[in-house]
């Protein structure tokens, strides 16, 4: 069954870096994946969708990239704020089929 | 900006109630889904309808559950009976396509006592 991991200890990093979080995949090779960005208590809001024939792709300070022969997935937010501290989901979806399946997500903490 | 909506945002009922959750999914958009996520844990796929018929669901998905289009505009989650293991935050989303991106509402806390 298609399985999705992503670390599920929190990322600690101060403001101005660049943090990289890792989605890791197995038992199968998605037809693309979506990232996206959780709060407390909130819906899943879309950030990113990268296809398994692209490599790389970007949008303002989100990088995404994705590499079938390391069946992983970076995402990467650079010039970090406090604002973008919380969780970010993995998910991974297939031609043929509607659903997406999540991984548990990265808690992102940015300090000031 | 176009967005998903949900009601209600909290939902408080007794073990064995009926409970219908509503959601108005973005315009334009063919897909729509039900995603649930227990206190904790992932997000899981419940459901996915297009053209007026379920496309897909997982093993959660039993025949406690149903969905709707009753009009144009909304799509419904019934729980028959429901039971204390339904508690949770149950997101609808919908995507304008099958393999693009998908947009989440705020969702609606599920409690069951």
């Known amino acids: 069954s298609q399985k999705i991991e992503q670390n599920s200890e929190a990322l600690n990093i101060q403001e101005g870096k660049t943090a990289t979080l890792t989605c890791n995949y197995t038992?199968?090779?998605?037809?693309?994946l979506q990232w996206y960005r959780q709060d407390p208590g909130r819906g899943p809001v879309f950030l990113l969708l990268?296809?398994?024939?692209?490599k790389e792709k970007r949008k303002e300070r989100l990088k995404v990239t994705f590499d079938t022969t390391l069946k992983q997935s970076l995402f990467h937010i650079t010039a970090s704020q406090p604002a973008d501290s919380a969780t970010y989901l993995c998910?991974?979806?297939?031609?043929?089929?509607?659903?997406?399946?999540f991984g548990t997500g990265t808690r992102l903490l940015v300090s000031p | 900006e176009p967005e998903v909506t949900q009601t209600p945002s909290h939902q408080v009922t007794q073990m064995g109630q009926e409970v219908i959750l509503r959601c108005v999914p973005i315009?334009?958009?063919?897909?729509f889904y039900w995603y649930r996520q227990i206190l904790g844990q992932k997000v899981e796929f419940l459901v996915s309808?297009?053209?007026?018929?379920?496309?897909?669901k997982s093993e959660i998905f039993d025949d406690q559950f149903s969905v709707e289009r009753p009009d144009g505009s909304n799509f419904t989650l019934k729980i028959r009976s429901t039971k204390l293991e339904d508690s949770a935050m149950y997101f609808c989303?919908?995507?304008?396509?099958?393999?693009?991106?998908?947009?989440f509402g705020q969702g609606t806390r599920l409690t069951v006592v």
């Open positions: 998910a991974q979806g297939d031609t043929g089929f509607q659903k997406l399946v």
């Open positions: 038992n199968y090779s998605p037809a693309y």
């Open positions: 309808f297009y053209n007026n018929e379920i496309s897909e």
């Open positions: 989303a919908s995507s304008e396509n099958a393999n693009t991106e998908a947009f």
């Open positions: 990268i296809r398994e024939n692209e």
């Open positions: 315009s334009n958009h063919l897909y």
